[in-house]
Nanobody, 117 residues
Framework: QVQLVESGGGLVQAGGSLRLSCVAPTTIFTLNDMAWYRQQPGKQRELVARITSGKSTNYADFVKGRFTISRDSAKKMVSLQMNSLKPEDTGVYFC???????????WGQGTQVTVSS
């Protein structure tokens, strides 16, 4: 049963921007930190960015300065603004709801991001 619903993926040229969004049920959104992961062909899923319920953020080194994660409590939404996209950012991006020790409690279905050179 899908509880995290993502949107916003697509095809963009290198240097372009995309914005991903993820809507969660109230209880899940309120009780969890939220994060974005990505998975590239032949690689393990990796953390891209995370935001706590108190809006503290952390980012993977490979997206620092280019991606921004945010959360909107009224909309129960977490977003990932991706700027200056590179071909190596291509992958399936997953929204996740995490517990305080980083354990993922819920996954979204994933949304494809493709960056052409």
């Amino acid at each position: 049963q899908v509880q995290l619903v993502e949107s916003g993926g697509g095809l963009v040229q290198a240097g372009g921007s995309l914005r991903l969004s993820c809507v969660a049920p109230t209880t899940i959104f309120t009780l969890n930190d939220m994060a974005w992961y990505r998975q590239q062909p032949g690689k393990q899923r990796e953390l891209v960015a995370r935001i706590t319920s108190g809006k503290s953020t952390n980012y993977a080194d490979f997206v620092k300065g280019r991606f921004t994660i945010s959360r909107d409590s009224a909309k129960k939404m977490v977003s990932l603004q991706m700027n200056s996209l590179k071909p190596e950012d291509t992958g399936v991006y997953f929204c996740a709801a995490q517990g305080p020790w980083g354990n993922v409690n819920y996954w979204g279905q994933g949304t494809q991001v493709t960056v052409s050179s």
